[in-house]
Structures are given as C-alpha cells and as structure tokens.
C-alpha cells in the first residue's frame, strides 16, 4: 500500500517537473527579438528572396547553396525575380548582414539554436575592402 | 536478469567503483580533447591514427576470438563448450563496445558521425567496418542473452535462434577481415600492403581473444561458485597455443618476403620497428619484447607439461596476450606511419592524456564485461543450485 | 470476428499513414515550385575542363627563395595557419627533396643540382584517387565537371581514413583550432575549425571567377595550369615536348600533376 502511495507520489512529481517550463509560462511567449538591419541591408530592400521565405528558409536556403557551390561547383542564384547572386556565405549574406550579434545572434538565441557556421566562415567581410 | 547485476558482494561492488573512477578520469580529459582538439594526443599530420586506433584494431580481434568457443561447440557439438559460449559471447559485446568507443574517440568531429549514414559510401571500408561492428554487436546482444535467459529456465532456447548462431559465426571472421581491409588496401602503405594481414590479424585474435577467457575462466573459478571445467580451460589453451603458432609463422612468412625482396617501400617499416631507422627507434624494446612474450607463450601452450599446469597456463596467457596487444596495438599502427609516404621518419609517441582516454575506454568495457560475467555466472550458479 | 476486427485496425493505420504522408507530399511539391522559380547556374567567367591538370617546371626554381612567393600567396588566400608544433603542421603546398618528392625515382648517384634542389609537392589531384575511396563520408570527393579532388569542411568527420589513403601526404589535420594561427586572415575565404583535413584545392574558389590558382599566378610562368584532356592546351603542349614524370606513378592514382625535370 505505502509502496503505491511513493510510486503515486514520485509520479507526480515527474509530471510536474517535465511540465514545469510549459506551465511556468503560462502560454505568454516570449516576444521575438525584432530584426535589426544594417544600412547596406536596409539599402538593398529585399533580399535574395522574400523575408518570409528567408526567416522560416534561410537554413534550408544555405545548405543548397552549400551543396551546389562546394560539391557541383555552380556559384550563381537566379532569383525568382530574375537577379542574379554569388552564392556566399561570407561575401553575399554577410556582407549585407555584417551585424551577427545583433541580426543572427539574437534569433537564433531566441529559438535556441546554436549554429557553428562561424566557427569557419567570417562574420564580417566587410572590414577588408 | 539485470538484477544480478546489481546484487553483488562488497568485492564486487569495490571493483565496479574503481571501474567507474577510470571511466570518470578518462572522461574528463576527453572533455578536454573535445575542447581543444585532438592536438593533445601525440598524432601528427604524418601519423594520422594512433593509440586509439591501435587498440580498436586489438580489441576488434579480442570479439572476433570469442567466436573460438562458439564454433567448436554450434559446429562440432563439442559439448564440453556449452557451459563457456556464453562467456565467448559477453566478451564479444564488452569488446565491441569498445572497438566503437575507440573509434568515437578518434573523430575530429564525433558530432557529425551519423554522416556515415546520411551519406552511405559503399566503396570505402570504413563505411562497411561500421556496420559489421554493429551487427555483430547486436548479433551477440541477442544471441546471448536469450540463451542464457532459456538456461534459467531451464528450457531450449528459442529454435529461430539458431541459424543467426550460424551466422555469427562467419560474421566474426568478417568483422577482423574488414578491419584487416582498412589498412591493406591502401596504395602506399607498404607495411600493411600483404595480403596476410587479414590472416595475421584472424591469427592474433584467436590467440589474444581465448587467451583472454583462459585467464576470465580462471577468475571466476575463484571468485564464485561456478566452474567453467578444467576440460573447458585446456580445450581454450590449445586453440590459444595453435592460433599464436599461426600468427608468429605469418609474421615469419611476412618478413622473409620483405627481406628476401628487399623493396625498401615494404623493408624500411620493419627495419624501423626492429632495429630502429636514421637512428630513429622508440619501438624497438617493444617489438622485441612482443616477439619474445610471444615465443615464450608458445612454448609454454605448446607443451603439455606446462600447459596442464593452470598456474604455468595464467602466465602464458598474460605474455600472449601483451605480446600480441604490442604487435598490434603499437606496432602495427605506428610502424605503417613510419617512415611516412614522403620517407621522413617523424616518431609517434602517445601521450598521457591519450593513454588516459585509452584507459577509460578500457575500463567501460570491463565495466560492462563485468556485469555481463556477473550476470552469467549469477544464472549458472542458480541453475546447479 | 478477430480477423474482421484486425481488418479495421489495418484500415486505419492505412488511413493514418495517408494522412500523415499528404502534409509530407504537399511540402514537397511546394518546394519544387520554388525551385522552379529560383535558378542556379555557373558563372559566366568560370574555367572549365574535363580534368585540370599542373605542369611543374623544376628547372625554373633553384632554392627556397623561388618557391616562398608560391607557397605564401596560396597560403595566405586560403588562410593557412601558421602552426609552431611540427605535429599539429598544416600545408597545402611546400618543398621536399628530390628523394622525398619521388622516392623510388632517386639514383643513388644523382646531379649534383638536382640532389640540391628542393620540389615542389602538392595535392595530385589523382585522377583514381585512394583518399576519395577511402573517405566513408564523400566528404572528399572528385569532381565530375573537372577531376577537381575536393574537401567537403561541413561533412568531414575527421577520420582521417583519407590521411592514411594518400601516397603523397598532401593532407593535413586541424589538431586544433586554426584560427589564432592565421597572421592575417583573408574574409574572402572559410578558415577550418578544429577536427577537419585540409588540403589543396586547385583553387576551385578562383577557377569559378575566371582566375587561374594562385600559385600559377606567382610562379612567373614556371607553373602551368590547364585541361589535361584539351590536346590543344598548354600543358598538353608541354608534356608533348619535354621529358615528365610524376610522383609515384607505379601505385596508379593517375596524379595530375607533371614535372619536368
Ligand atoms: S594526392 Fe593524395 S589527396 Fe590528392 S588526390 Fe591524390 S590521393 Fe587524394
Ligand atoms: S577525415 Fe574527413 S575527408 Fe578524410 S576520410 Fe574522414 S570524413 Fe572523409
Ligand atoms: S592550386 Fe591553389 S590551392 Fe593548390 S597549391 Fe596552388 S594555390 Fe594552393
């Protein structure tokens, strides 16, 4: 009998504890960091493709544009509106998105995803030039 | 049957604690070679696999030896292997595990192993020694364990059993082969470019792997209640004794065709092992000495005298199984890397944390061996209750 | 009654996994129209060959002093770390001796000049390359569009099974991070991180652009590049009329780099 009262108990506590983050909560989300764009950026207007397709994309977008670049060796994206890009992590994107603390960082800390592209790529070319 | 493992005497328990504070060492610094980077071992840009490869290969042939109780007793119904198979096959998983933790180790990038996967690559061997490790680890899993379970029982073991026995019988051949394949393929790497290594490899494992259950056997006898027999052991010592004539006559056959040849691409790598190359030679102690350890294993096995007398036995079978762990688990892999492909002799030598890593590794898989032991010998000693 | 009941269940678990599969299935077609919207394509300037290919002319270089500009301007573009620890030594292109570069093909009694001399060794870009045999990931590949032996960073596991596939030692291992080693850094180009192998790349990056590698570039014409398989380009012209040979030729990868001696 005792013994299915501390299975009871240990029970809850399990739930209550694997439930916690939901429950502490309370369904408020944490608002989303709001995109902060260089100059460049701002300049541009669009991006290679739509800011909706590039916020729920971009990941996707990249790893294409990994694949193509470093295994076929085709280097040019033609954008659904017809213009074209050097497909570059380091002198494309981050070249208008010279800010990673504030434009990448932010977001990918609030979806707590924790992406090691800058472990080879540089995070601002611009300095260079 | 878990839970006899974990009810146990206080001997038992003091063993599984140390056991766990060499896994916890060798944890840590590997905590700390994920952080920095393999630079804290003593590889080099010319000796690209060391220390862990080294004993990965050994202990891939300590698994593949476990099939020598496994065969004589599914094939040859030698009845007397019924009580041991069992102890054959917990060694093989023990081994396995740690073949795989070997190799884990040695990734520059463990995060990304699944890539093997992801990107399945038929024509490179690495790619098939993966999936043969794991085979064979589940092969064993299964194997053993319902076995033992249908002994407790005191029944038959299932009969769709039997023909993955029969299986892993030659998938233990393979996972050696395999290994063997990693090394004697590859264009330019004199040493280990014969087609005897597979052979070499297969020999030594037969020797290092029931030398081992020779010296398991021995302790259990004394630790618990259960006997694997006398018969048992000398049966185990014989095949010990044959399988280390094999490999010291295949490593014979190997240095008369570099010798006699005298082609300096397959020459050069045994002159550095043996007698040292541009005055270069850190493992010449230890190649001689593994040749000695081996030799004296074999006139020890070979002759009835001394083999009869367990004490001698317990001996021979520790020489031979170091001697063997020398030859392949040091030489073997350092000497394919020197001279190296552009003829400079850089040394490998590994270092302390790379040792301490190796030795975690080890003590994991003693860990689980002797909880798969204590398992065993727990269910053995209930059914002669 | 069992067999009907078991009927249903089959029904069902039918019809789950058909509604489980629509979502997958429309998200497929969605990404093909995307697809079709976007193009990828190569460059307009990019150079093209069936199998590029390196003839070396040795005779142009005496000493160190005429390789350094080589092997600085590659290294320098691709961020090559500068490692003190000869263990941890990372090079895509340097200079041995004559016996070392082709060991084998050294008499025991050589000119005097050529015993001096230092060689210059790089990746071969094997045409049957053994480290691309070996690499369990296609992480290390050939080219199909040009018999270009690439390194794939994102997918190396850093195995170094290719390491030990490579007659000619032209790989190297990140022992560790590269990044504080490198003097200056070209933000043009990835560094590593730590745990990957490295090696030369024909300069695939500039080909794309219309630029011949750069170590062609500085070598003043002692270095030249082209179509192995172009009768009509020039290093097919300069194996056609001189005397060559490449290292290790009996072990059969086909290296696709030349040397006149
Ligand atoms: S030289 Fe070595 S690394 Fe380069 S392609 Fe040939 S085998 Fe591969
Ligand atoms: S180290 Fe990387 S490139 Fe080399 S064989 Fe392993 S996965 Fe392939
Ligand atoms: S071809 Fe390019 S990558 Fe290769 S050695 Fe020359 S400069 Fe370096």
Redesign the pocket.
Known sequence: MSEKKLIILGLIIFVVIVTFPLWYNRGKAAPAPERILTDKAKAAKVCVRSTDYMKAEHMQLLDLWRDSVVRQGTRIYVSPSGKEYNMSLSNRCLDCHSNKAEFCDRCHNYASVRPYCWDCHIDNPKETS | MLELAIKGSKRYYGWMTFLLAVIGAGFLVYLWQLDFGLGITGLSRDASWGFYIANFTFLVGVAAGGVMVVLPYYLHDYKAFGKVTILGEFLAIASVIMCITFILVDLGQPMRVFNVFLYPTPNSVLFWDTIVLQGYLLLNIIIGWNVLEAERNNVHYQRWLKPLIYLSIPWAISIHTVTAYLYCGLPGRGFWMTAILAPRFLSSAFASGPALLVLLCLIIRRVSSFDPGREQIQSLAKIVAYAICVNVFFFLCEVFVVFYSQIPEHMDHFKYLFVGLYGKGAYVPWMWASLTLMVIGIILTVNPLTRKNEGVLAVACVLIFLGTWIDKGLGMIAGGFTPNPLHHVNEYIPTLPEIMIALGVWAMGFLVLSALFKIAVGVKEEVRA | MDSSRRRVLQLLGLSALGLSVKPVLNAFAEEAEQQAQAQIKRGENALSAQQWA?VVDTRAFESEDDFAP?IE??HK??NVPVLENKRHEIK??WTDHFHNAFPGKAARFLSEEVEKRPFLV??NHCENPPCVRACPTKATFKRESDGIVLMDFHRCIGCRFCMAACPFGARSFNFRDPRPFIKETNKQFPTRMKGVVEK????AE?LAVGQL????AASDGALTFGDLYDPASEVRELIRTNFTIRRKQTLGTEPSVYYIV
């Open positions: 390196m080589l301007a590659c573009i691709h895509w292109i790089l990746c030369c790349n024909f300069c500039r590698p750069a170590c062609v």
